[in-house]
């Protein structure tokens, strides 16, 4: 046998080592953005906008696929390597046409995606009404085992709510984890909300949609112990006769309690703010809509708030509130809200409801639509039945169309004959802010009070304050002051009265 050690050279494998990082990173970002940011060449770390580090932040941690969990006997060393959850995508139909159920099924994949799973397969089963005892029929059951035995998927996702009863059935048939839609949500929530409370709000809704599917795999949840009992929960349980489901729904409950009480407080910091904007006569505008449509791209390019930008679903949880201005000189605020979805769990709704109700008390809705999407009417109905669910129906509303560059000529020629109070951008070219910024201007609440005043020139201070926020029909100056006319609200066509001429 030869012996090479005499050919090895250290300089040569660091040499030809060098490259491999850079081919990491190569490999892991494949669309070269978060390459971009994090580069030698570019920008300084300072420099980058929030959102641009949040993106970064979230790509330093990325689950790749390919790579497996089991354990590998090799010699005597075991390794343990990361995969994605494998997953088998089943749903079932039960209106609409067959490109709907499509369409329904394409954002499930998208969801379990954003989640960090990997879709082997899908199937959905037309049916009347789904079985109240396994969701779907028994033979498609016996179908999805063969399908998750085939392909070595590990979890079943269902495309709609599951009953307790039912996902105790399908994983006693299936023989593997099965979750519903809701649970899919939630789990994305979970990853992406960043706030305090986002985390509480998040936290809440998986308390409420756990707490009525608590289960044990044989006794373990139902045995009954208490005191000194060999495996029972001793001090701090409710005694003999409490079983260890009890307990822990009675711990869950205590948690929801405290989430409730936390999120109050944080809903009185909210509402002072709220209250501060109306003493003040601030207009408000809530941008809303079907999650990835362009929310947080749209609020960038209006008001600079550099917040994260990705191509995922509920990529942004916590809401942004920032300060603008329209062009003839009023002083509005700008919020970007959670995206809604088809079938939006009422856990969340319930859980995010001091959040929504932003949409609720605000003086103009820009309802963004994705018009590239193969059903954006689809879409703009499942916001209003959540606008309706928080009693915002009512609020002025604004059809923002985006993605006027990636969207067919025909779809949107089709969505403003339907949606005539409409607008057509593109976030990303710039296409059409303008127009936008011109009918935010046009919708805004105008002031009440009409007025007309000389003011003197030692109350620049009044004028001060109706540039921000009234609006001025005419002014010039005069020998004697400034002789003024134009509208306020109230409180500051009072101050004006005195003046009046």
């Known amino acids: 046998m030869t012996n090479q050690s005499s050919d090895f050279s250290l300089a040569d494998e660091l040499a030809q080592s060098s490259q491999w990082e850079s081919d990491d990173l190569d490999d892991e970002f494949e669309s ?46 075991e390794y343990r390597q990361l995969r994605l959850e494998r997953v088998v ?24 995606e954003t989640a960090g799973s990997e879709v082997l397969e899908a199937m959905y089963q037309r049916r009347t009404k789904p079985d109240p005892a396994t969701y779907i029929g028994r033979g498609k059951v016996d179908g999805v085992r063969e399908i998750v035995q085939a392909s070595g998927a590990d979890t079943v996702i269902f495309d709609g709510e599951l009953a307790p009863s039912q996902l105790r059935n399908l994983e006693d048939q299936i023989k593997v984890k099965c979750v519903d839609r809701t649970a899919l949500i939630l789990d994305i929530f979970a990853q992406h909300a960043k706030s305090k409370e986002g985390q509480a709000q998040v936290e809440l809704a998986q308390l409420q949609y756990m707490r009525q599917r608590l289960r044990g795999w044989g006794g373990n949840l139902s045995r009954q112990a208490g005191g000194r009992v060999a495996g029972g929960d001793g001090i701090g349980g409710r005694g003999p006769g409490e079983t260890k489901i009890e307990t822990d729904r ?10 409730r009480r936390e999120l109050a407080q944080m809903k009185g910091t909210r ?3 709220r209250n501060e904007r109306r003493r003040n006569a601030v207009p408000s505008i809530v941008i809303a809509g079907y999650t990835n449509a362009g929310k947080s791209s749209l609020l960038n390019k209006l008001t600079d708030a550099g917040v994260l930008v990705e191509d995922a679903l ?88 985006n993605k006027a560059d990636a969207a067919d000529p025909m779809v949107l020629a089709r969505l403003k004959n339907r949606e005539p109070h409409s607008v057509v951008v593109s976030a990303k070219t710039g296409e059409g802010i303008a127009e936008v910024l011109a009918l935010i201007e046009a919708e805004l609440p105008r002031p009440a009070v009409e007025f007309n005043a000389l003011v003197p020139y030692s109350r620049g201070d009044l004028l001060d304050k109706l540039h921000r926020g009234g609006e001025i029909t005419s002014l ?9 006319k134009g509208r306020a609200d109230e409180a500051l066509a009072g101050e004006f009265a005195a003046y009046a001429v």
Do not use: C
Not at 89 to 109: H, Y
């Open 250 to 259: 009675r711990r869950i409950k205590t948690k929801i309690a405290k989430l």
């Open 32 to 77: 070269g953005y978060a390459d971009e940011l994090i580069s030698a060449d570019g920008p300084d770390p300072e420099e980058l906008t929030t959102g641009d580090q949040d993106l970064v932040e979230r790509h330093q941690l990325r689950r790749v696929a390919g790579l497996r969990t089991e354990l590998e006997d090799i010699t005597e060393v």
């Open 89 to 112: 995508l089943v749903g079932v139909w039960t209106s609409g046409t067959v490109q709907d159920a499509e369409n329904s099924m394409a954002e499930l994949a998208l969801l379990a």
């Open 271 to 273: 509402e002072t703010k």
């Open 314 to 401: 509920f990529a942004t949880l916590d809401p942004t509130t920032r300060r603008a201005t329209t062009p003839d000189g009023r002083v509005y605020t700008m919020s970007d809200t959670v995206g809604f979805v088809r079938h939006l769990p009422h856990q969340l709704v319930e859980a995010f409801r001091s959040t929504l109700e932003e949409v609720a008390d605000a003086d103009l809705i820009l309802h963004v639509v994705d018009g590239s999407h193969p059903d954006p009417e689809g879409q703009i109905t499942a916001v209003r039945g959540v606008f309706a669910d928080i009693e915002a129906h009512a609020v002025p509303e604004l059809i923002v169309i």
């Open 476 to 484: 010039e100056h005069t020998a004697d002051g400034t002789l003024v």
